[in-house]
């Protein structure tokens, strides 16, 4: 098993700083290591459970409602300009 | 006149407010949690204005003004919601959840919010950013987790009733840990929405009470079809409260031999013995089934339910709502937000569920793991056309010291070994007080069901608990 802390950390969008990269990896490493027992299992021609109801697809009309969600949501956004989400630049000029 | 009416069961609280209206009971729940909250710490909210309502006449909805109390990561429109994780930190939702409308809806007030494992990631409560909740039975010790508020709320007499979320134990491995009832019920039947989704094909919201009556009482106001949750059961919904019988004569209970390993607290093992003897007792026909499986759930559920919370908690990234880090670029401002606002618990299962979902380890890690889970699930379809019920302890152990586990989380892990199967399968469980350990700990009993017969399950306990009368005591605090 190749876990790459610096490489996972990446992928997930988190900064950590070396300690913290170093006792995270050593935990994740012992639960890798732990959940090898799965290997023992043959499960060749066993299919894979994603959800545990025999539901099938779910459909709605696609009609709109009011929300109000501007109203409610966009006082507490972290940044906000009108109507809008604000976040930093996301295009540079040129 | 101090009447004490905190002390109520959710039964006797509904028919106190029927006749003479829900105020006393808000004003003795707000004393009590006045005067115990700072050395529990089960509540990381409390809004007192909230119960000048006018929903509380007497007599005229079930709950008449009767509060609940609320875990931390179920949405109340208009009120500060976290998960007990910095990330989330004066986030308002816009909605309430499909469950708090049904409770208000039943004439319930909603009173408080309660203290958690960050995301609800833990069995002990210790990792929230509100700092760790404490056992009322004794403060050295923690309240289980991940509902460990609810728990620790309700065992205290702060709640009269509360709710939590149960991924893989968070209702019942607290429960049990607190002395109170806990029931997870079957995937599908209470409405997730505006539940905030850890592991969204394992999260079931549920009641935390004092008496079965009153769990049940509590899956009546909160059961049923949501259209806004796509894994929404359309089954009807019966009324649970029928089922208190009181009596299991002819009911068919397995004891899983798994779940009778060594590594168990002796006196655990001996209080579940008992109440198995005592339930063949009163009628039940006790057999002892296999759940061969049993020893991989908790390697499965690390694998599938961090896969699910990393997907979840990619939209904590600084752009909607709670934190934000840094403004400087987009890059700065997702690496900082996270880094700064997810605790070391939720960078551990973002990391890790990241990792087995990624290329080149997918199959070996998440699909193994689902597949396994199928095998999970067909060792308890097996059993069920054996038996009724399955009767097991909640957790191998009491509650356990604060700091104890903290370092070491496989360790933490495992202590949601009996409780994570269930989860694993989709069906309903229920803990339910058993016995006290020589120190004074409260021992959790749990039984689980075919999928959607919480009826079953509640009949059980019921006429275990009217037999036992365990939570007639009290802690000390």
């Not at chain 1, 009309?61 to 009011?66: A, E, H, L, S």
């Not at chain 1, 972290?78 to 630049?89: Q, Y």
């Not at chain 2, 009767?391 to 202590?415: I, N, Q, R, V």
Request: aromatic share 8%; with cysteine.
């Amino acid at each position: 098993m190749d876990f790459d802390i610096h490489k996972v950390a990446e992928l997930a969008r988190l900064n950590l700083d070396p300690e913290e990269a170093q006792k995270i990896g050593k935990a994740i490493g012992s639960v890798l290591e732990y959940v090898r027992k799965l290997e023992s299992l043959d499960t060749q021609n066993v299919p894979p459970t994603s959800h545990v109801l025999d539901l099938e697809n779910v459909f709605r009309p696609d009609t709109d409602r009011d929300c109000g969600a501007s109203e409610k949501a966009l006082p507490f956004a972290p940044s906000r300009e009108g109507d809008f989400f604000k976040v930093p630049k996301v295009v540079d000029k040129e | 006149m101090a009447q004490d009416l905190h002390r109520l069961t959710l039964r006797q609280a509904i028919d106190h407010a029927a006749r003479e209206g829900a105020d006393g009971i808000l004003h003795d729940v707000a004393n009590r949690i006045q005067c115990c909250n700072s050395s529990v710490n089960a509540y990381v909210r409390v809004k007192p204005a909230e119960y000048d309502s006018g929903k509380n006449i007497p007599g005229k909805s079930v709950f008449s003004g009767v509060p609940v109390a609320v875990k931390d990561n179920i949405c109340i429109e208009g009120q500060e919601t976290t998960c007990a994780c910095a990330i989330l930190k004066g986030h308002v939702p816009p909605y309430s959840a499909t469950v708090i409308r049904k409770l208000e809806d039943a004439g319930a007030t909603i009173f408080g919010q309660l203290n958690m494992d960050e995301f609800a990631f833990g069995s002990s409560c210790e990792t929230s950013v509100y700092g760790p909740c404490r056992n009322p039975w004794n403060l050295e010790c923690v309240p289980g987790g991940s509902s460990g508020g609810s728990a620790a709320a309700v065992a205290a007499d702060m709640a009269i009733a509360a709710i939590g979320s149960d991924t893989g134990g968070s209702i019942r491995q607290p429960a049990a840990l607190c002395g109170v009832v806990g029931l997870k019920p079957t995937y599908g039947l209470v409405s997730r929405y505006g539940l905030i989704a850890f592991g969204s094909s394992f999260d079931q919201i549920g009641p935390l009470t004092k008496t079965v009556e009153d769990s049940a009482i509590m899956l009546n106001a909160m059961a049923g079809h949501d259209p806004l949750d796509s894994t929404s059961s359309r089954r009807p919904v019966p009324d649970y409260t029928k089922a208190l019988t009181r009596d299991v004569k002819g009911l068919r209970i397995g004891m899983p031999e798994e779940y009778f390993t060594d590594g168990m607290d002796p006196a655990v093992e001996k209080y579940v013995r008992d109440a198995a003897a005592l339930l063949k007792k009163m009628g039940a026909d006790i057999r002892t089934v296999s759940l061969p499986h049993t020893a991989y759930s908790v390697a499965v559920y690390y694998l599938v339910a961090v896969a699910e919370a990393s997907s979840n908690l990619g939209r904590y990234d600084g752009v909607q709502y709670g934190l934000r880090a840094s403004d400087k670029t987009l890059k700065d401002m997702y690496f900082e937000t996270r880094n700064r606002g997810f605790g070391e618990e939720a960078k551990r299962r973002i990391l890790l569920g990241t990792f087995v979902l990624s290329a080149g380890y997918y199959e070996a890690y998440y699909l193994k793991g689902q597949k396994v889970r199928t095998l999970v699930r067909r060792d308890f379809e097996k059993a069920f056309t054996e038996v009724d019920l399955l009767l097991a302890p909640t957790a191998p152990t009491a509650a356990f010291k604060l700091g104890e586990k903290a370092s070491d989380p496989l360790a933490m892990y495992l202590s949601d070994i009996f409780t994570i199967p269930a989860n694993l399968a989709g069906i309903p469980a229920i803990s339910v007080p058993c016995g006290f350990t020589p120190a004074g700990l409260p021992v959790g009993l749990q039984l689980m069901g075919r999928p959607f017969e919480e009826a079953v399950l509640f009949r059980a306990a019921h006429a275990f608990e009217q037999e036992t009368e365990y939570y007639k005591k009290k802690p000390g605090i």
